[in-house]
């Protein structure tokens, strides 16, 4: 059985950081497109960062030089590095684990609220 949890999420300040993990269990994350999505209420998902099994990465505009994702394959668990948040950044954050579309995976989410 495929399961990626989700953790980090909290209530902080404008201005502060977080990292959010996600362990994932039942694949080796080595072989997957890990990605980071966001859903702000009454707001589409989208995508807000990934990281192929080569550590390529790819970052939504508005997030680009305050987040950082990254993996450890040895942990088989990936990160998302997030500072200098803002109001706009609170959202549910969900894991996805991508491989085919018959290979993918996704976490039960965690919160991000930005506020003071």
């Known amino acids: 059985q495929v399961q990626l949890v989700e953790s980090g999420g909290s209530l902080v300040q404008p201005g502060g950081s977080l990292r959010l993990s996600c362990a994932a269990s039942?694949?080796?994350?080595?072989?997957?497109?890990m990605t980071w999505y966001r859903r702000a209420p009454g707001k589409q998902r989208e995508l807000v960062a990934s990281?192929?099994?080569?550590?390529?990465?790819n970052y939504l505009n508005s997030v680009r030089g305050r987040f950082t994702i990254s993996r450890d394959n040895a942990m088989n668990t990936v990160y998302l590095q997030m500072n200098s948040l803002k109001p706009e950044d609170s959202a549910v954050y969900y894991c996805?684990?991508?491989?085919?579309?018959?290979?993918?995976?996704w976490g039960q989410g965690t919160q991000v609220t930005i506020s003071s």
């Open positions: 996805c684990a991508m491989r085919s579309l018959a290979s993918t995976y």
């Open positions: 039942g694949i080796s994350i080595n072989t997957y497109i």
């Open positions: 990281i192929t099994s080569g550590g390529s990465t």
